[in-house]
Nanobody, 123 residues
């Protein structure tokens, strides 16, 4: 299966923007539905956004709608998550996932994850 590697995390201040990247090897991401999740200390892994395979639809969690943007960079076989107006509540480890699930799904339904990248938002 395709191997995923996230990058772009770091420490930023409230109000800053950050763009995460999920790069793939061993497969073409355009054939997968790609999703971003995050997990903060003591909490379950939370769905943020996904983008369907090929030119599929985009969905966002209400908590990030209007602030986060998911997109594909097919030339680089990667998926991006642009995060704007970050707050301390956005502090978490961010994960990308590749799957072929349809309809509603949760993190426990997905088996193919990257290793995660830490995002810390503090003043």
């Amino acid at each position: 299966q395709v191997r995923l590697t996230e990058s772009g995390g770091g420490s930023v201040q409230p109000g800053d923007s950050l763009t995460l990247s999920c790069a793939a090897s061993g497969g073409m991401l355009v054939t997968y539905t790609m999703a971003w999740f995050r997990q903060s200390a003591g909490k379950e892994r939370e769905f943020l956004a996904d983008i369907g395979h090929m030119f599929g639809p985009i969905k966002y969690a209400e908590s990030v709608k209007g602030r986060f943007i998911i997109s594909r960079d097919n030339a680089k076989n990667s998926v991006l998550l642009q995060m704007n107006n970050l707050t301390p509540e956005d502090t978490a480890v961010y994960y990308c996932a590749a799957h072929h699930l349809s309809g509603t799904y949760s993190a426990s339904d997905i088996s193919n994850w990257g290793q995660g990248t830490q995002v810390t938002v503090s003043s």
